[in-house]
């Protein structure tokens, strides 16, 4: 299971939002939690027609500031614990028969006199519980001063207070991959700020049911913090191969007859189920080389400019400032310009101005794929 994490820094732009599409096409998640939102309850909610997860708990913002979501897939089970203005405490069942575990999403205390608050709600929540659970989201908080990458120290005492409470709940740190920071300031020299403040934690009975749990940093051009994408996968579930994905954009390019009768074409003469199978499996391979040529190229230039992004904020994110900001510039063209690429060979001819429809567009072309998406074949023995 994928689990999605995002200090958005809002989503009133359509660019951040498109950015989050982007982020659930290309990783999957199950699970999504948003924090700082800055948007009604019922504003936050209607973007799963979006990002196509049907189902969501939210919290108000505050005018401008706060604002939480979580969103889930309809082939999980959720249910609410408790939910307050800086965290959605929930039950997760990934099957019918497995155990549920608890998740906690939180979005931290941003004043640092304030931040004692989280670190009680968190030992109130702890309370009595026994079974499996992990917290994920933004902290607001450093755990060590290797963790903080800036002229000026961080505050020993604020991190103190952090672990402690880390090490009351049994927690421990999950890890990372990517840059060893979650949030910039983007101020230059002196003032540049650096410092993970967005991390995952679990207990260990969490971490021995999910023993590969790892969390990845996110560029993006959005937010002046990483995305946090932690992969889950229970011990025993096994690798279940790649799956074809008929994408419904396709139907708005006129070749795309022509691709499948030529595919069709090469099959050998028989009316068997084996020679079916070939055929088709002939149909799926050129559909996949026609799509990567002729769909492909958006999707490899944001790549690409995440990859470059990221490189330039490893390697000397001071000196190279002007060039990140060009770089984020780029990729928030390509996010336009990809964006219109969806809205352009999708079911949706037209453009209206201000919403423009990508409201269903997003439910019609997300939903359909998973209505066409088969699950799982039963055998007559039952397996």
Known sequence: MNVLAWNCRGLGNSRTVQELCNYVKLHHPKLVFLSETRMSVSRSKNLRWKIGLKHSLAVDS???SG?????????????????GERYIDVLVRDNPEDAPWRAIFVYGEPRVENRRNMWELLRSLCGAWSGLWMVL?????AMWQYEHFSETPRAERQMMDFREIISHCDLHDLGSSGLPWTYNNNQG?????RVRLDRGVANTDWSALFPDAAVQHLTSSRS???????VAQPVEQRFRGSIFWYKIMWEREEDLNIVVETAWQKRNPGSDLGSLSIALKTVTKDLKVWSREKFGHVTRQLEQLRN??????????????????????DLDEVLYREEMMWLQRSRIAWL?????NTKYFHRKALWRARKNHIKKLKREDGS
């Open 67 to 83: 604002g939480i979501v979580l969103f889930w897939d309809e082939s999980i089970s959720v249910s609410l614990l408790s939910q």
């Open 62 to 64: 505050d005018g401008l």
């Open 308 to 329: 470059k992004l990221e490189e330039l904020e490893c390697n000397d994110p001071l000196s190279n400032r002007e060039a990140i900001l060009h770089t984020k510039r």
């Open 224 to 230: 002046d913090h990483k995305a946090l994408l932690l």
């Open 137 to 141: 989201g933004d902290f607001n908080e």
């Open 189 to 193: 020299g002196n003032r540049n700020v």
């Open 352 to 356: 209206k101005e201000g919403d423009r």
